[in-house]
């Protein structure tokens, strides 16, 4: 069976343009869901379209009226096709997921990598790390694909970054990444749960986006993103039985002068009504608001998190 595009009704598409209005149609009648790097039919078919040629991802609008050649019609075609037969994130289908213009190799043994954290350490972070040479070394835990721990080395170029992750798949990924970078010396991938095997090791900074999606919210996820490692999003009734053990373990994982840094979705308001002594600093983004925090280690070390039972 052809992919459509390559007969039929549509073979009189020829330009980038055509495929994207084309695209943008198909998407929207099947009712897809997005957020996996894109946020509209629009941006997924560009995505799609302008990956299928090996163009740069965010620029467009110079190829709008380049003709395509049949191969390339048949290429997008079926990249369009299984974007709605399969319902997988686009990323998937092309194994490639981008963060601040940065490209990473991702499959489906992690999670498409979209963290908040990438766009701080590319320049917003410096609010609790205002010098980025004083950074020796770097925690990220969960670390999935190891985007983070590849940025983060990318801007602390004095640091050792340490990237953990109980997934040892998700880890096969990472090591390519990490090696696609030549970061191979600077960046340690190691399987552990959370602090579990990193002995008494300290850091100047740990990141981590770690799994925060509650139970109810799995239950009711949309195919695409249930097509991604349900350990990537499991946190429990809540969402956040993990970001309460980083809470606790933290403090005995950084330097006196050390940073924590946490992604933690819509948890706010469950972080700061379970830890009212915790001075929460709540990082913003371009696209976010209150979902990432910051602590220093005093704040942690000093603060009494207010343990009273609660329902969950």
């Not at 319902?87 to 908040?116: C, H, M, T």
């Not at 399987?191 to 799995?218: C, E």
Request: hydrophobic share 40%; charged share 25%.
């Amino acid at each position: 069976m052809s992919p459509s595009g390559t007969d039929g009704p549509i073979h009189d598409l020829h330009t980038v343009r055509d495929w994207l209005r084309h695209g943008v149609s198909r998407f929207r009648g099947a009712h897809l869901v997005f957020g996996h790097g894109t946020s509209t039919p629009v941006d997924e078919a560009a995505f799609l379209i302008l990956s299928a040629l090996d163009l740069p991802v965010d620029q467009l609008d110079p190829w709008l009226d380049c003709r395509l050649t049949a191969a390339e019609r048949a290429k997008i075609a079926t990249l369009f096709d299984l974007r709605i037969t399969t319902r997988k994130p686009a990323p998937y289908l092309v194994n490639r997921a981008y963060i601040r213009g940065r490209d990473f190799y991702v499959d489906e043994r992690v999670i498409v990598p979209r963290s908040y954290i990438g766009e701080l350490l590319d320049g917003e972070l410096a609010t609790v790390v205002p010098d980025a040479e004083s950074v020796t070394s770097v925690l990220d835990l969960c670390t999935g694909s190891g985007c983070l721990a590849i940025i983060a080395a990318l801007t602390y170029p004095n640091a050792i970054v340490d990237a953990i992750d109980l997934s040892a798949d998700a880890l096969e990924v990472a090591r390519r990444n990490v090696a696609d970078y030549g970061l191979e010396e600077r960046i340690t991938l190691q399987q552990s749960d959370l602090f579990t095997g990193l002995g008494t090791r300290r850091y100047d900074l740990i990141i981590s986006n770690p799994p925060y999606v509650s139970a109810d919210a799995i239950a009711a996820f949309p195919p695409e993103y249930k097509a991604e490692p349900v350990m990537a999003h499991a946190g429990g009734a809540d969402g956040l039985d993990l970001v309460r053990r980083i809470i606790a373990e933290a403090p005995r994982h950084l330097e006196r002068d050390g940073v924590l840094v946490v992604e933690v979705g819509t948890g706010l308001d469950i972080l700061e009504e379970e830890f009212p002594n915790l001075p929460f600093l709540w990082l913003e983004t371009e696209d976010s608001s209150g979902e990432v925090f910051a602590l220093t280690a005093a704040e942690l070390q000093s603060s009494q998190p207010d343990r009273r039972s609660r329902t969950r």
